[in-house]
């Protein structure tokens, strides 16, 4: 019986990467789920999950955000 994988084409390079940063796994418990998604869409531009993870450790390890520090320049 023949293969179904035909093993005469080349797969592609794959997905092209996405960011420079380090991809860091996480497990939210889905009361924390809630709150991070619940503060997103607080936010004028309502970023994504990851986005709102990135803001929101930002604010804990600066106490302040992004626009704020830009603004502070």
């Known amino acids: ?11 592609g390079p794959g997905r092209p990467r996405t960011g420079i940063g ?3 796994g996480l497990r939210l418990y889905p009361e924390l789920e809630r709150r991070v998604d619940a503060w ?15 803001r929101l450790i930002e604010l804990a390890l600066t ?9 502070n320049k």
Do not use: F, L, N
Request: hydrophobic share 15%; charged share 40%.
């Open 1 to 11: 019986m023949p293969s179904t994988v035909d093993k005469g084409k080349k797969r």
């Open 22 to 24: 380090k991809p860091v």
């Open 40 to 54: 997103a869409s607080k936010q004028p531009d309502t970023p994504g999950r990851p986005e709102a993870i990135r």
């Open 63 to 71: 106490g302040k955000s992004k626009k704020e520090k830009q603004g």
